[in-house]
């Protein structure tokens, strides 16, 4: 007689078979120490941000009280900044025009240098390479000051907005020559070759060319040159002695020193109103910034 075997169903079959066990991936310790090491250094940065931001809405009794967190919120201080500086407009807007024509003037003048000592064939470009080099060591800034002083005061340009912008781009000048040419230096000389060769100018190859290449490191230098000119101190308040045309980091400092009933919460408004633009334009342009950056602008 023969037996026949009972056909098992699939899912006996599944059950009868053992899985091999699920392999944890490990974590190991120098991915830990890096992404430590990360947050780290963004609470240094972040910490201050939302310690100031926290001072400008506390009461004038909580702000002395030392706590992190305010007890009682109080958003009068931003209207007290405006009753109480009435050039604060004035300043903001005198920030934003020297900061927006000494951006674009060093743009302009870097990109067209950058791509000169690069691409095209001059005999002293290593002379001038370094030169601006040089001027790196040297505490440009400091030195000029007298000199730059005279300068503005023989051709009428004290108290001037113009006054202001011409210094800035020649001080910042250097640097974004450096950083454009780092940049330039990552195109291959032979497409400029091929685009010769096909009968372009060297006009035609920077606008219709080189310039798409670049596009992050002129948002390198635009940052870099923004960060310079719209905190910069020493010039502006040593070229300007109306108060009406001072910029807002000479206003900073005089509301700062020279008013007595500045409390902390009320100074805090307007630190945070200063760095509003400068916050705002980096979280928009971050992730070209970034990329100029690992492009060649870290060459310099």
Not at 18 to 27: A, K, N
Not at 142 to 168: D, K, M, R, W
Not at 263 to 283: E, T
Request: glycine share 6%; hydrophobic share 55%.
């Amino acid at each position: 007689m023969e037996l026949t075997r009972p056909i098992e169903s699939p899912r006996v079959r599944d059950e009868a078979i053992p899985m091999p066990p699920r392999r944890r991936s490990r974590i190991q310790l120098g991915t830990i120490l890096k992404h430590a090491i990360i947050i780290f250094f963004c609470l240094i940065i972040v910490l201050p941000i939302v310690w100031v931001f926290l001072m400008s809405i506390k009461s004038i009794p909580d702000a002395y009280t030392g706590k992190l967190w305010p007890e009682q919120f109080d958003f009068t201080h931003y209207r007290y900044v405006f009753e109480h500086i009435p050039t604060f407009w004035h300043n903001y807007t005198n920030s934003i025009i020297v900061t927006s024509a000494t951006v674009v003037i060093t743009t302009v003048c870097a990109t067209l240098a950058g791509y000169a000592l690069v691409h095209l064939r001059l005999l002293g470009a290593p002379l001038v390479i370094s030169l601006l080099v040089g001027t790196l060591f040297f505490p440009t800034r400091l030195v000029s000051l007298i000199g730059i002083f005279e300068i503005q005061n023989a051709v009428g340009l004290i108290n001037t907005l113009p006054g202001l912008i011409l210094p800035y781009v020649t001080l910042n000048l250097a640097i974004s020559i450096l950083i454009m040419r780092s940049i330039f230096e990552t195109i291959s000389h032979e497409i400029v070759d091929a685009a010769r060769i096909d009968g372009a100018s060297s006009w035609r190859i920077l606008w219709e060319i080189m310039l798409p290449l670049i596009v992050n490191g002129i948002v390198v230098l635009v940052i870099v040159n923004f960060v310079s000119a719209w905190g910069e101190y020493l010039l502006a308040v040593t070229l300007t002695n109306d108060q009406s045309v001072r910029t807002l980091p000479v206003v900073l400092a005089t509301t700062f020193g020279g008013f007595c009933e500045w409390a902390w919460p009320r100074i805090a408004a307007v630190y945070n109103m200063a760095i509003l633009p400068g916050l705002i334009g980096f979280a928009i342009a971050q992730r070209w910034y970034m990329k100029g950056l690992t492009e060649g602008a870290l060459k310099v």
